[in-house]
Each structure stands twice: as structure tokens, then as C-alpha cells.
């Protein structure tokens, strides 16, 4: 199975700060990687498919990028309404896999 | 506009069943791949099953993979999910997911999920 990591497991930004979500794949996933929001109580919300493909909807200060095994997930400016906590999956093979989550929190 | 929503959520006993449904409007239901997704109480997001358009591919995870079975009918535009011999650890809101495109498995759209509590 590909195992997938996130770092950091949680951090506290400002609102305005540029924000940086990094995960890593255990084996090369080529470009085939997912990010996903998802708030306390709700369901989670596709971003980001393809590595750095915006999701329909999905306002441009989300950005991801990286191909292989290292991925990056960027929030240009930091809005109240992102604070949550975001997963990374690779839907290169079976299992799909998720990373651990990172949760974004205010400081 | 796509829409997803599941039921069959409850409590029930260890070592019991239940079927978890989830009934998808606003597309051609068969063209798509479907998944369960769960997350448990205070962990992360875990893939379940995933089946393809015409119920040819089936996939489970590993925790899973005998006890619980994904199906789909497409005249119904539902998806399925029989789980038996639950354990507590099956404790979780279970997501129904629709494949982003035609051609490839990613999770594009959820729903709003179904909580399943295994305890007794």
C-alpha cells in the first residue's frame, strides 16, 4: 500500500498569511493526487485533483503542486472561512489512501 | 447540480449489520465510479470501496474487505453498502462519493454522510 504523509500535522496562521501544506507519497504516484477541505460537522470538498487542477468552484488562492512522490498544497491568503483541516489522497493504485490530515487553525 | 445523499445510519450491537444507501440525482448515474469514504471520531479520512460504473471493479480496503460489500443499481441510481460483523471500530459518518470525471476514480463530489455507532 502507498502510504501517504502530511506536515505538519496542525498549524496556528494569521489571517493574510500564505499558507503551505506539504505531503509525501511512499512511492512514485506520477501526478495522481487529490486535496481535500473538510470543516468540523461537514462534509469534505474536493480542491484540488491532478496534483495543481483547481476543482470546479474552487477560488484561485487554493494552488497545488509537485509530481512523483512531493506534493504541495498553498493558501495565497489566509480567510476566515479556511480554517479546517485539509487531507491529501492518491488515487494512483488500490487502496486509495489519505494523508493524516492538517489542520489549520488561528493564531 | 449533483447530489448525493446517503441513509441507513444507526446504532447497533457488535457483530450486527446494517446497509447504508445513497440515493445520487443531477447525472447519469451509471457512467460514474462511486466510493465510501468514513471518518471515525477523531481520526482522519479512511477509503473504504469503491465499485466502477457497470459494477465490474470492486475494491475494498483492507479493514473491511470481507465483511463489507459495495453494490449499486443503476435503474435506481443508488449505491450500497452492506457492512456485517461490525466492530466498535467501525464507529464512523460514512460519506458517499462520486468519481470527479468518467475516466478516472478521483473523488470529486460528496455527500453529507450517514453516522454508523457500533456499541452495546
Known amino acids: 500500500d502507498i502510504q501517504m504523509t502530511q506536515s505538519p500535522s496542525s498549524l496556528s496562521a494569521s489571517v493574510g498569511d500564505r499558507v503551505t501544506i506539504t505531503c509525501r507519497a511512499s512511492?512514485?504516484?506520477?501526478?495522481?493526487l487529490a486535496w481535500f477541505q473538510q470543516k468540523p460537522g461537514k462534509a469534505p470538498k474536493s480542491l484540488i485533483y491532478a496534483a495543481s487542477s483547481l476543482q470546479s468552484g474552487v477560488p484561485s488562492k487554493f494552488s497545488g503542486s509537485g509530481s512523483g512522490t512531493d506534493f504541495t498544497l498553498t493558501i495565497s491568503s489566509l480567510q476566515p472561512e479556511d480554517f479546517a483541516t485539509y487531507y491529501c489522497q492518491q488515487y494512483n493504485s488500490y487502496p486509495r489512501t489519505f494523508g493524516q490530515g492538517t489542520k489549520v487553525e488561528i493564531k | 447540480e449533483v447530489q448525493l445523499v446517503e441513509s441507513g445510519g444507526g446504532l447497533v450491537k457488535p457483530g450486527g449489520s446494517l446497509r447504508l444507501s445513497c440515493a445520487a440525482s443531477g447525472f447519469t448515474f451509471s457512467n460514474y465510479s462511486m466510493n465510501w469514504v468514513r471518518r471515525a471520531p477523531g481520526k482522519g479520512l479512511e477509503w473504504v470501496s469503491s465499485i466502477s460504473g457497470r459494477s465490474g471493479y470492486l475494491y475494498y480496503a483492507d479493514s473491511v474487505r470481507g465483511r463489507f460489500t459495495i453494490s449499486r443499481d443503476n435503474a435506481k441510481n443508488s449505491l450500497y453498502l452492506q457492512m456485517n460483523s461490525l466492530r466498535a471500530e467501525d464507529t464512523a459518518v460514512y460519506y458517499c462519493?462520486?468519481?470527479?470525471?468518467?475516466?478516472?476514480?478521483?473523488?470529486?463530489?460528496w455527500g453529507q454522510g450517514t453516522l454508523v455507532t457500533v456499541s452495546s
Open positions: 462519493a462520486r468519481a470527479q470525471t468518467v475516466g478516472a476514480n478521483v473523488l470529486g463530489y
Open positions: 512511492q512514485d504516484i506520477s501526478n495522481y
